[in-house]
């Protein structure tokens, strides 16, 4: 399902600050070298992301499922003088690509990659999280969430990327289809949380902003 004319994407994406020309060639060879490059954010949510971490100015970002890093360079835009970025991916194959375009952002040494199971990751990598992008795999959302949740100081803030699934969380669910069903879970789940105040962005294929109280 697409939410927008192809007109209306167009005419969004002509008044959206541009991306810098490196992000622009990280674009074009995700989309030469890499399998399912239609999950690269793009510049116009990537702008969003920018926003909100210039409004929040986290000390500890966390990106969960990078894919190629194109996010990262704008979620790294709000990070404060003395922060913290994290990103976890699972494919250690996009390692190279993800590090040779990080290398171009001057705020490179501040930026550091797990490679693993986001699952296992997360355990182990533990910070008061400011903000947070979660756009990994569907199925282990609810455990992520309920992983990081704890460890956000009130006000923190986290972004959950896909939650819309092309309009399938409002079609009838076919049986074996696990993925919207996780996603209608974990919304669910949010929307009883009471730890936390949250609402959906129909930006792309939704974002749900979630706010630590």
Same mark, same amino acid.
Request: aromatic letters at 8%; glycine letters at 6%; proline letters at 4%.
């Given at each position: 399902?697409?939410?927008?004319?192809?007109?209306?994407?167009?005419?969004?994406?002509?008044?959206?600050?541009?991306?810098?020309?490196?992000?622009?060639?990280?674009?074009?060879?995700?989309?030469?070298?890499?399998?399912?490059?239609?999950?690269?954010?793009?510049?116009?949510?990537?702008?969003?992301?920018?926003?909100?971490?210039?409004?929040?100015?986290?000390?500890?970002?966390?990106?969960?499922?990078?894919?190629?890093?194109?996010?990262?360079?704008?979620?790294?835009?709000?990070?404060?003088? &003395?922060?913290?970025?994290?990103?976890?991916?699972?494919?250690?194959?996009?390692?190279?690509?993800?590090?040779?375009?990080?290398?171009?952002?001057?705020?490179?040494?501040?930026?550091?990659?797990?490679?693993?199971?986001?699952?296992?990751?997360? =355990?182990?990598?533990q910070r008061p999280w400011d903000f947070i992008f979660l756009d990994a795999d569907k199925r282990g959302l609810l455990d992520y969430y309920e992983l990081l949740v704890p460890q956000m100081p009130s006000g923190g803030i986290m972004?959950? &990327?896909?939650?819309?699934?092309?309009? =399938?969380?409002?079609?009838?669910?076919?049986?074996? &289809?696990?993925?919207?069903?996780?996603?209608?879970?974990?919304?669910?789940?949010?929307?009883?949380?009471?730890?936390?105040?949250?609402?959906?962005?129909?930006?792309?294929?939704?974002?749900?902003?979630?706010? =630590?109280?």
């Amino acid at each position: 399902m697409e939410f927008l004319s192809d007109d209306l994407h167009n005419y969004i994406s002509k008044h959206t600050t541009e991306a810098p020309e490196f992000l622009n060639e990280l674009e074009r060879e995700t989309w030469v070298k890499v399998v399912m490059p239609r999950m690269l954010s793009g510049h116009v949510q990537g702008q969003i992301l920018k926003m909100f971490s210039c409004m929040a100015q986290p000390k500890y970002i966390l990106e969960v499922g990078t894919f190629t890093g194109y996010a990262s360079h704008y979620l790294v835009e709000g990070l404060a003088a &003395d922060g913290e970025f994290h990103a976890v991916e699972i494919n250690e194959e996009l390692e190279s690509i993800i590090l040779k375009y990080w290398q171009k952002n001057p705020r490179f040494k501040q930026m550091k990659l797990h490679l693993g199971p986001a699952g296992d990751v997360l =355990k182990v990598l533990q910070r008061p999280w400011d903000f947070i992008f979660l756009d990994a795999d569907k199925r282990g959302l609810l455990d992520y969430y309920e992983l990081l949740v704890p460890q956000m100081p009130s006000g923190g803030i986290m972004l959950v &990327d896909n939650i819309l699934w092309s309009g =399938k969380v409002v079609e009838e669910v076919a049986p074996n &289809d696990k993925d919207t069903k996780a996603i209608l879970q974990l919304n669910a789940h949010i929307a009883n949380d009471h730890r936390v105040e949250q609402v959906i962005l129909s930006v792309r294929d939704g974002i749900m902003m979630v706010r =630590k109280r």
